[in-house]
């Protein structure tokens, strides 16, 4: 099997895409010769087939490479690191129309309002840690005369970084900060999204790093991953994925008491208060759930508004959501709702819409069933297509209400008074985010306080920013990604004493 093959993009234009696993700046052949096809959500029709990594032999000879170079990269100095990240960045920028193509091609993304956007995050996140590369250190003081105390933050070694399918490049930015806090890497790509992080690997060439430094292999989670979770040469785990998965890489990566950092599953709530601007909480509410086709681990999916204000709600927000977040085809410059990212996703959706119903919710917008737009396409009637839908009457204890989704589905309810909003809130084994929408600002600090969430949106919903820490508590994992709080999950931070007089 070849190293490379000519793919069309949506625009049209012809692409030589990457296939090989990426080791040592190289792209070499599976040992096995096993391959893993990805398909292109949209269509349903195969995209082509990239190499899949013996779960020994390769995952083995990626994780020595990254062990072989890391004395070499933790020893650059940290202005160059910082220059080899800028130059990265430019790189990114200057290829984010072919970037955006593949991203959007394999993961079935809109091209103009998502794909694009995700690429743009990688530069600014690249950008933000390049910021940060020549700036962070330890703390120093002296407790006492004749004595000095201080700590050096020094890299872990070798990190495997396991990457989800929704947001396959801007999940690889964020765990960059491994390597930007001087540690090398082995990436897992998810089996469904392998393309765009080989198109980047190129541009890790071209920008100078070291060979070894970003190593990329791909394969299916249980076997490759795995492999790579229990590796000894592995001296970190940064994973990114679903909760149940989550459980078994800490579980497996006990082997050698490896550090992990879990970002997993979530099903946010939002709580719309009487006083609340109803028209900015619907445009909101709509937003958190429906881009990324619900394919967001932070979305808000349950949404309860307090009872006088619930009506007016759910008709603003029906009316809003039918025009602004209609499906259509990934490739159009409008569309902001594209495909799920496989047939079995697509039929987990409409089975939680359909058990909704059965459970006794009313659908007030979308429901079962392929968007007519997508069903009368012949190009694209064979894509993994879900309608927006939004489920009214839903009580705390149904399923729609408890179980993470991961799709363009909002469960919306009741409630009487802060109490009972905040319970409902945390009644909840996930703990990523939580939004509050209400112009008593005091209220809003009280939820934000009490609240068993990772992150805390007031008046908006599923925000994110590089400066401020992304991640969760209870089943949403623990650890955090992004900010200057990012930095410290990968550093060991080692105390010196330094003792100048006699005893």
């Known amino acids: 099997m070849s190293l490379f093959e000519e793919i069309n993009l949506p625009s049209g234009e012809k692409y030589s895409q990457p296939l090989g696993l990426f080791i040592n700046n190289k792209f070499v052949a599976s040992s096995n010769g096993d391959v893993l096809e990805t398909v292109n959500p949209a269509t349903g029709k195969r995209i082509t087939q990239v190499h899949s990594a013996d779960p020994y032999r390769d995952v083995d000879k990626a994780v020595q490479a990254a062990r072989k170079v890391f004395e070499t990269w933790k020893a650059v100095p940290a202005t160059e690191k910082r220059d080899l990240f800028l130059k990265l960045a430019q ?6 129309h072919l970037l955006s193509q593949v991203e959007s091609l394999d993961s079935g ?10 690429v743009n995050g990688v530069i600014q996140v690249l950008t933000y840690l390049a910021g940060w590369i020549d700036k962070e250190g330890g703390v120093a003081f002296s407790p006492a005369p004749g004595k000095l105390c201080y700590t050096l933050h020094q890299p872990l070694g070798v990190v495997g970084c396991i990457i989800p399918f929704n947001f396959p490049l801007s999940m690889m930015s964020w765990k960059w900060t491994a390597i930007a806090t001087g540690n090398t890497t082995v990436f897992k790509s998810a089996h469904q999204t392998p393309l765009s992080i080989l198109v980047f690997a190129q541009l890790v060439v071209k920008a100078g790093f070291p060979p070894g430094v970003f190593n990329v292999i791909s394969g299916d989670g249980l076997k490759v991953g795995d492999a790579l979770v229990r590796h000894l040469g592995v001296d970190k785990i940064a994973f990114t994925g679903s909760t149940k998965v989550g459980q078994l890489v800490q579980s497996h990566a006990a082997i050698n008491l490896k550090p992990v950092t879990l970002e997993c599953g979530g ?3 939002l709580v719309v208060f009487s006083d609340a ?11 958190a759930i429906f881009r990324n086709m619900g394919q967001i681990c ?3 999916s349950r949404c309860f508004v307090q009872e006088s204000k619930y009506e007016e709600f759910l008709t603003k927000l029906t009316a809003h959501a039918s025009v602004k977040f209609a499906v259509g085809l990934p490739s159009e410059e409008t569309t902001i709702v594209g495909p799920q990212i496989s047939k079995p996703q697509q039929e987990s959706v409409m089975s939680y819409i359909d058990a909704a119903v059965k459970e006794g919710c009313r659908v007030v917008l979308g429901g079962p069933g392929v968007p007519e737009v997508i069903a009368n396409d012949p190009v694209h009637a ?6 927006p839908t939004v489920l009214a009457d839903v009580k705390p204890y149904y399923k729609i209400a408890r179980e993470e989704v991961f799709g363009p589905v909002l469960a919306v309810g009741t409630f009487r008074d802060f109490d009972e909003a905040l319970s409902i809130a945390n009644d909840s084994q996930y703990g990523l985010g939580a939004g509050i929408f209400s112009r008593d600002i005091k209220k809003c600090h009280q939820f934000a306080q009490d609240v068993e969430a990772g992150m805390v949106w007031i008046n908006s919903s599923n925000e994110v920013n590089f400066n401020m820490p992304f991640g969760g508590v209870k089943m949403s994992g623990h650890g955090r990604e992004l900010g200057k709080y990012g930095l410290q999950n990968f550093t060991n931070v080692k105390a010196v004493y330094v003792n100048m007089v006699d005893i």
């Open 277 to 287: 601007d109803i028209d900015q909480a619907v445009k909101w509410a709509s937003c």
């Open 267 to 269: 099903k946010s709530p």
């Open 298 to 300: 932070s979305g808000t």
């Open 382 to 387: 064979g894509g993994y297509y879900v309608r």
């Open 91 to 96: 790189l990114v920028k200057d290829n984010a």
């Open 109 to 118: 993304k809109p091209l103009h309002t998502n794909a694009l956007a995700d």
